[in-house]
C-alpha cells in the first residue's frame, strides 16, 4: 500500500491504518516498512506519484486525494481512471475551485473566457473549461499558486480549497466550486484473488472502524416512569440495554447513537428525568 510519505494525509492514513489494527513502524520511517501483524508493505511516497504507482501494480493500494486521481486520469475524471475508488475515507477533505481577486466582478465559467488561470491541476481545470465551452490560457505552476494574480502570473487561480483562508489572506474570492475531494483508498484494475481477500479483510475492518467513529455510547440513570419514552429516544442497535440499580425504582439504560444526534438526545432525556449520563467513544463496532 502506497501512501503519503509526509503531508497532510500521512498522519490519517498512518492512524487509519492504526485503528484496523495494521502497526507501521513510524520511527524508523524508511521507503518501505513491514507491518508485523498483517501482511501488507507500506510504501512512503509523494502523493503524485501513488496513483501512477497503483496504476503500475508496482503497489496494490494506495491512500491519496481524489483530486490526484482525477488530475493523473486521462480526461480528468476519477471515472476515467483505470484505478479503482475502492472506499471514501472521510479525511483530507477539501475542494479544487476557481479563485479571482475580490474586486473582480466575476458572474460564472464564462468570465473567464481569454483569462490565465494558473494551478497545479491543468487536467481537471482543462476538463472543467471543455464541459462550460470556455477557452482559457492555463498557467501550470507547481507551488504557491495563490501568489499568482498579485505576482501578475494570471488573473484568476484554480487550486485547492479547505477553509478558504489562504484566498482570504491573498486578497482572492472563491467563485467555482469545480471538484469536491477527499482522501480514498485506492487498488489497481485487477489483483489475484490472495491479495482480493485480504484488501477485503481491510474493507471489512475500515467499514468498522468508520462506523464506531460516527457513533457513541450513552450510559445513564433512569426513574422506572421514564423508561418507555427512553427507549422511543433511544432506539439502539436492536433495543437499549436496562438494568436495575441497587436504588429502588431506577434503573441504568446504556444505548448507542450517532454522534450527530448527541445533543439533542441529551436534551430530550434531561427532559424526561436522566441523570448522570456518560457519552463515550467507541472504539470498534463489528456488525
Ligand atoms: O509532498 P507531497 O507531494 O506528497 O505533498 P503536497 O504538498 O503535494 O500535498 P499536501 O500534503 O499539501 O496535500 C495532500 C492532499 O491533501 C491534497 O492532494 C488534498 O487531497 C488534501 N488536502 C486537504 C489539501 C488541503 N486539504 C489543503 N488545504 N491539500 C492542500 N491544501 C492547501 C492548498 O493547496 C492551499 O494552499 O492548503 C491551502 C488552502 O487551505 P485553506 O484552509 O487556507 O483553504
Ligand atoms: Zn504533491
Redesign the pocket.
Known amino acids: 500500500m502506497a501512501i ?7 498522519e490519517d492514513s498512518v492512524a487509519l491504518l492504526r485503528d484496523i489494527g495494521i502497526r507501521i513502524d513510524d520511527s524508523k520511517r524508511k521507503f518501505l516498512a513491514q507491518a508485523p501483524d498483517f501482511p501488507l508493505e507500506v510504501l512512503y ?5 501513488i496513483p501512477q504507482v497503483v496504476a503500475a501494480g508496482t503497489a496494490d493500494l494506495g491512500i ?5 486521481v482525477a488530475e493523473h486520469s486521462p480526461d480528468g475524471t476519477p471515472e476515467g481512471s483505470s484505478l479503482q475508488i475502492v472506499r471514501q475515507l472521510g479525511f ?3 475542494r479544487l475551485s476557481l479563485a479571482v481577486p475580490k474586486s473582480e466582478d466575476c458572474d460564472g465559467p464564462a468570465w473567464f473566457s481569454g483569462k490565465r488561470i494558473a494551478t ?1 491541476y491543468p487536467n481537471i481545470l482543462r476538463r472543467y473549461l471543455a464541459d462550460h465551452q470556455v477557452e482559457a490560457i492555463i498557467e501550470v505552476i507547481a ?4 501568489v499568482a494574480p498579485a505576482a501578475g502570473i494570471a488573473d484568476a487561480i484554480f ?11 491573498n486578497g482572492l474570492k472563491e467563485v467555482e466550486r469545480v471538484f469536491p ?3 480514498v483508498l485506492i487498488a489497481g484494475a485487477s489483483m489475484t484473488a490472495e491479495k482480493q481477500s485480504l484488501l477485503n479483510e481491510i474493507l471489512f475492518r475500515i467499514d468498522s472502524a468508520v462506523v464506531s467513529s460516527k457513533k457513541k455510547y450513552l450510559v445513564m440513570n433512569l426513574p422506572e416512569s421514564a423508561i418507555d419514552e427512553a427507549v422511543v429516544i433511544l432506539p439502539a442497535m436492536r433495543s437499549p440495554t436496562i438494568m436495575p440499580l441497587a436504588a429502588k425504582g431506577w434503573y441504568a439504560m446504556h444505548a448507542v447513537i450517532e454522534e450527530s444526534l448527541l445533543w439533542q438526545k441529551v436534551r430530550q432525556l434531561k427532559a424526561i428525568g436522566a441523570e448522570g449520563i456518560l457519552v463515550l467513544s467507541i472504539d470498534k463496532i463489528i456488525p
Open positions: 503519503q510519505a509526509k503531508g497532510r494525509l500521512n511516497l509523494r502523493d503524485d506519484d491519496v486525494g481524489l483530486n490526484e483530507g477533505e477539501c497545479s507551488g504557491s499558486v495563490e487550486d485547492i480549497v479547505s477553509s478558504g483562508g489562504t484566498l482570504i489572506s475531494s477527499e482522501a
